[in-house]
């Protein structure tokens, strides 16, 4: 009488997906879990806001230095019309340094969550683009910081100047000059989003260039947020930028759309 074998244990804890063993081909294929899915959300955001607080802290090291900077382009010091309002300032401009210093590595988390979606080939497409991303959006800061600063605070300054005397507080200032430069860096990470996309046969030039009236409705909509202010020359330095930027994504969809794909 043969004795019949004994069944193992089945383990029902979460599976731990490793995107970089699933680059090099070494990694289990079976697809996951709900509960899978949610634990690898779960360490991902917990790691992305580890590395925000640790970007936080770095950034609060010197942020003195960067509030300083920051005020040059008005010329003189700020009001502040609250006892906390200056408290609230520094952590304002702390998080907006140490959001810039994390985001490679949140990007990074980002792309690994989805990468148990796609095959080999799709990973490495993933993967080759983060340095282009991280770069776009430094790009885009500088882009605002240099070019879209200086000629919205001229005319902010010298608009009415017979009648208004500038004067602003350092809560409105610093609210408009983060949400410009962070805004503009997320912004300006859109092309190689697309290129991704692109290559990987989700989107195609198409649907681009025939809903381009809607992307305009859009980046308006987008514009009107980012700027803290309602006039239109704000409005027209951040919309001008995304429509260029939306215009080279459709060329980087052309470019990158699998022909076998484009019937």
Same mark, same amino acid.
């Given at each position: 009488?043969?004795?019949?074998?004994?069944?193992?244990?089945?383990?029902?804890?979460?599976?731990?997906?490793?995107?970089?063993?699933?680059?090099?081909?070494?990694?289990?294929?079976?697809?996951?879990?709900?509960?899978?899915?949610?634990?690898?959300?779960r360490i991902r955001l917990f790691r992305s806001l580890v590395a925000l607080v640790i970007?936080?802290?770095?950034?609060?090291?010197?942020?003195? @230095?960067?509030?300083?900077?920051?005020?040059?382009?008005?010329?003189?010091?700020?009001?502040?019309?609250?006892?906390?309002?200056?408290?609230?300032?520094?952590?304002?401009?702390?998080?907006?340094?140490?959001?810039?210093?994390?985001?490679?590595?949140?990007?990074?988390?980002?792309?690994?969550?989805?990468?148990?979606?796609?095959?080999?080939?799709?990973?490495?497409?993933?993967?080759l683009a983060l340095p282009a991303t991280t770069g776009l959006f430094l790009v885009g800061?500088?882009?605002?910081?240099?070019?879209?600063?200086?000629?919205?605070?001229?005319?902010?300054?010298?608009?009415?100047?017979?009648?208004?005397?500038?004067?602003?507080?350092?809560?409105?200032?610093?609210?408009?000059?983060?949400?410009?430069?962070?805004?503009?860096?997320?912004?300006? @990470?859109?092309?190689?989003?697309?290129?991704?996309?692109?290559?990987?046969?989700?989107?195609?030039?198409?649907?681009?260039?025939?809903?381009?009236?809607?992307?305009?409705?859009?980046?308006?909509?987008?514009?009107?947020?980012?700027?803290?202010?309602?006039?239109?020359?704000?409005?027209?330095?951040?919309?001008?930028?995304?429509?260029?930027?939306?215009?080279?994504?459709?060329?980087?969809?052309?470019?990158?759309?699998?022909?076998?794909?484009r019937k």
């Open positions: 009488m043969t004795r019949s074998p004994v069944s193992q244990p089945q383990d029902h804890r979460p599976r731990r997906y490793s995107a970089w063993q699933a680059l090099a081909g070494d990694v289990d294929d079976r697809p996951l879990t709900l509960l899978d899915h949610l634990n690898e959300l970007g936080v802290l770095l950034a609060a090291v010197f942020t003195d @230095e960067l509030l300083e900077y920051l005020i040059k382009p008005y010329g003189t010091e700020l009001q502040v019309l609250g006892p906390t309002e200056s408290v609230v300032i520094y952590f304002r401009v702390a998080l907006l340094a140490g959001a810039i210093f994390a985001m490679p590595y949140i990007t990074l988390q980002l792309f690994l969550f989805v990468a148990p979606g796609l095959t080999r080939k799709e990973k490495r497409y993933i993967y800061v500088a882009f605002a910081w240099f070019i879209m600063v200086p000629a919205a605070l001229g005319f902010l300054q010298d608009f009415e100047s017979e009648v208004f005397r500038a004067e602003w507080t350092a809560d409105r200032y610093i609210a408009f000059l983060t949400s410009v430069l962070f805004w503009i860096g997320v912004a300006f @990470e859109l092309p190689v989003i697309v290129f991704v996309l692109a290559r990987l046969g989700i989107l195609g030039p198409k649907p681009l260039i025939r809903n381009w009236r809607l992307a305009v409705v859009l980046i308006t909509i987008v514009a009107a947020l980012i700027t803290p202010t309602v006039d239109p020359f704000n409005m027209l330095l951040v919309i001008a930028p995304l429509i260029v930027l939306y215009l080279l994504s459709i060329g980087l969809a052309v470019i990158a759309y699998p022909r076998t794909m």
